[in-house]
Nanobody, 120 residues
Framework: QVQLQESGPGLVKPSQTLSLTCTVS??????????WTWIRQPSGKTLEWMGA???????YYNPSLKSRTAISRDTSKNPFTLQLSSLTPDDTAVYYC????????????WGQGTQVTVSS
């Protein structure tokens, strides 16, 4: 059973950089054809795909967020991380990590989500 758990600050200030970690258990982030994704959902809005890192280390980003987003991984300890810079209140959302095998956009497992509020 794969389990994902997001962690990070719940409150950040505008212009700062958000750093979130997804801790993975029950699988390896280097498992063949696995993809490890960050998704967010602002209150009252639909889910927004932010980006992903693949089993080989390749990264994929939402073009609308690409200039502010970085996804990385630590293959020795198995987490993967999201950094989102130049925060504004519009980045306030519940942030989720998710995993998939084979087809990147068909998610097999999700974390429970973590609320991030951008406010001064």
């Amino acid at each position: 059973q794969v389990q994902l758990q997001e962690s990070g600050p719940g409150l950040v200030k505008p212009s700062q950089t958000l750093s979130l970690t997804c801790t993975v258990s029950g699988d390896s982030i280097t498992t063949d054809v696995s993809y490890w994704t960050w998704i967010r959902q602002p209150s009252g809005k639909t889910l927004e795909w932010m980006g992903a890192i693949g089993y080989s280390g390749s990264t994929y980003y939402n073009p609308s967020l690409k200039s502010r987003t970085a996804i990385s991984r630590d293959t020795s300890k198995n987490p993967f991380t999201l950094q989102l810079s130049s925060l504004t209140p519009d980045d306030t959302a519940v942030y989720y990590c998710a995993s998939s095998i084979g087809i990147p956009w068909l998610y097999d497992y999700w974390g429970q989500g973590t609320q991030v509020t951008v406010s001064s």
